[in-house]
C-alpha cells in the first residue's frame, strides 16, 4: 500500500532548518497519518534544537508506543510530565498524565504476555520429560497389572504438576495486578499517605504539595485548591498500606 504523501511545512523546513516548532507541525500532521517512525525522527531533530520542549517529547512518546516501543515511550512520558509540571501546563497534564498510565499499561501487557509464554514453555517442557521419563520406565516392565501401576503414578505426577502450574499461575496473575485507587496521579506510583482534596480526588502528600507550591488548583480537576484543603485519606491509606503488604513488587510499579 502506497502511504499518501505529506507536504505540510516541508517548504518552511528548508527554508529553516532549525525552527523546532517547524518540526513539531510535521511531526503532528504525521502522528495523524500514522507515520511513527518519521513522526521519532522529526522529534529527534526537534528535541536536538530545543531539549526540554513538551510537545515534541509528547509526540515522541506517542510514536513509540504505536510502534511498541514501551519502555521508550514510558521514558519520554514521563519526561513529558515533568515538563508538564515544571511549566505549569495545566491544560496538557490531564492527557499527558492518562498517556503515562496508558503507557505503563501497555508495557506491563507485553512484560505478562513474555512472562506467560515463558511459563507455559517451561510446563510442556516438564509434562514432556515426565511423559517420556514414564515411557523409559515402562520399556522393561512385560507384567500388565505392573504396568497400570506404573502409568496410574506418572499419570498423578503429572496431574500434581499440572495443578502447582495452575496454582502458581493464578497467583501470579493476581499479584501483577495494581488497583487504579493505589496509584497517585502525579508521581504515578503506589500511594503510602494519601490525602484527598474537596472534590474527592486523592494524591501522594509529597507530590500534591510539591505541585501546589507553583499553582493553587488540582492538577486533574483543574478546581482551586490550597494546601489547606488537604485531609488525610486514613481509608485509602490502610488499604495501600495492606496491597503493599500483599505485593511488595508494586512498590517499583
Known sequence: MTRPKLFIRKPSILADPFN??????????????????????????SLDLSPKSLKPTYYLSQAHLELGNYEDALSSALQAHALCVANNETKSLGAITQHVLRCKRERWEQIEKKRKREDGDLERETLSLMADAMQRELQD????????EIEAEWKAKMERTRAIFDTAR????????????????????????????????????????????????????????????????????????????????????
Request: contains cysteine; charged residues 35%.
Open 20 to 45: 523546532a516548532v517547524f518540526y513539531n507541525n510535521r511531526a503532528f500532521a504525521r502522528i495523524k497519518l500514522k507515520h511513527y517512525e518519521d513522526v521519532v525522527e522529526d522529534c529527534i531533530h
Open 141 to 148: 516392565v512385560q507384567d500388565e497389572a505392573d504396568r497400570r
Open 170 to 253: 493464578a497467583k501470579a496473575d493476581k499479584r501483577r495486578e495494581v488497583p487504579e485507587w493505589a496509584v497517585d496521579d502525579i508521581s504515578f506510583g503506589i500511594m503510602v499517605d494519601p490525602v484527598v482534596t474537596k472534590t474527592g480526588k486523592s494524591y501522594e502528600r509529597a507530590y500534591i504539595m510539591e505541585y501546589l507550591q507553583n499553582s493553587k488548583i488540582d492538577p486533574i480537576t483543574r478546581e482551586p485548591l490550597m494546601p489547606e484543603d488537604l485531609r488525610p485519606n486514613l481509608q485509602l491509606r490502610e488499604a495501600c498500606e495492606e496491597f503493599l503488604n500483599e505485593n511488595g513488587w508494586a512498590v517499583d510499579w
